[in-house]
């Protein structure tokens, strides 16, 4: 057998091989490190993971009340397991969780995580891109627009909201920041190649106005961000990762006909999510949690209500996950604590059934407060370089 035959047939083999096992192999021998390392080869693994149930991960945060400070924990999304040495980050020696952590988002197993080093303060001081599955990560350079528009970290009423994307057509990962308390396209996107922030030009010729209240994630479909709010009426606004530029997607006509006095920032309880590769948008209104798909993307016809629940004695219910059987797995924080509890909804023809997730952190010592958590696909991906 060739050595090229031999060389493609061990690829394939380690291209199934969870990331924690191919790290240890890596010290196999230098060829071994070589091929592992190589972008083709991370490619090729994560195509894989991302069609495999067991690579499928949630990660979220734990609050101590042993050392007053947040924690990661990774739960598997197929084998419901909770898992405690997941590894940290190499951070700066004044690193800090106490004050405040937030998931933004993932993609292709990279996390885009903000850090604050005062409580109660909109912007975080620190963004990191982050690997959970090999521990490397990237501290991203302050926008030099938010100081130019005079913002300061005592600041208390400007807020933004994160995401992370790749864009195909330049083999390169692509943050964006939209600001959600300001109406004058103070938004701005950066690239992990370039390493620096650049304002977004007006060139859709609209203002861009964000609602982003309670769901202040950007979901990523067909190669865009999308996030609620303003264009020329309350929509889901898009922005397209390659060509920068904004677009509009019409809503369900139930969701536009809502009374005025609901549809602002202060009032309003939705957002949009991508689950299994489709956008949804889900809204909470009198008392009950509504959740949308959009089945043929861009069709404001093919919107399919999924179902509707009933929220009392919960807030902040948000769907975190879509199972290959179409369950939903939703986020939802019980009143009066800041405990969530997450619940899988199922709908088939016997109608829905509501279920507990069975993953609980309740049995660790010291650990008490639960936060929100986010999903994303075990991988090699470097944020460093990008692949």
């Avoid at 419901?80 to 998931?103: E, H, M, T, W, Y």
């Avoid at 885009?112 to 909109?122: A, F, Q, T």
């Avoid at 690997?131 to 528009?149: A, C, M, R, V, W």
């Avoid at 023809?349 to 509501?354: A, D, E, Q």
């Amino acid at each position: 057998m060739g050595t090229h035959v031999q060389e493609e047939i061990l690829m394939d083999i380690l291209s199934r091989l969870p990331v924690k096992s191919l790290v240890r192999f890596k010290c196999v021998s230098e060829s071994w490190n070589t091929l592992i390392s190589e972008p083709y080869f991370k490619k090729k693994h994560l195509n894989h993971a991302k069609n495999q149930p067991t690579f499928q991960k949630m990660l979220f945060l734990k609050w101590s009340n042993k050392d007053d400070t947040f924690h990661f924990y990774c739960s598997s999304l197929s084998l419901v397991q909770l898992v405690k040495d997941i590894p940290r980050f190499d951070c700066p020696s004044n690193f800090d969780l106490a004050n405040g952590v937030k998931l933004y988002s993932s993609c292709d197993g990279l996390s885009l995580i903000g850090i604050w080093s005062k409580p109660d303060r909109e912007q975080p001081s620190i963004l990191l891109i982050w690997n959970p599955s090999t521990g490397e990560s990237i501290i991203l350079p302050h926008s030099k627009l938010l100081k130019q528009l005079g913002y300061n970290d005592d600041d208390d009423d400007w807020g933004s909201t994160y995401g992370l994307a790749y864009d195909s057509t330049s083999d390169d990962y692509k943050v964006l920041r939209i600001d959600i308390s300001r109406d004058d396209n103070a938004n701005e996107i950066m690239t992990l190649k370039s390493g620096s922030w650049r304002r977004i030009d007006k060139t859709s010729g609209k203002a861009v106005s964000c609602l982003l209240f309670g769901g202040e994630y950007l979901a990523v479909v067909h190669g865009a961000f999308h996030w609620l709010g303003i264009l020329s009426r309350f929509c889901v606004v898009s922005f397209n990762i390659s060509y920068e530029v904004y677009g509009e997607i019409p809503l369900p006509e139930i969701l536009c006909s809502l009374p005025s006095t609901y549809l602002n920032r202060i009032h309003f309880d939705g957002g949009v999510s991508e689950l299994g590769g489709m956008l949804y948008v889900w809204y909470k209104y009198d008392n009950t949690f509504s959740l949308w798909a959009m089945k043929d993307y861009g069709v404001k016809e093919s919107w399919m209500k999924l179902f509707s629940i009933t929220s009392i004695g919960f807030r902040d219910i948000t769907p975190i996950y879509k199972f290959s059987d179409d369950k939903v797995l939703l986020s939802m924080r019980v009143n009066l604590t800041i405990r969530i509890v997450n619940r899988i909804i199922s709908i088939g023809s016997f109608g829905i059934s509501n279920r507990r997730w069975p993953l609980d952190c309740d049995d660790i010592d010291g650990v008490t407060i639960d936060e929100d958590g986010i999903a994303y696909t075990e991988s090699l991906i470097s944020p460093r370089v990008g692949l």
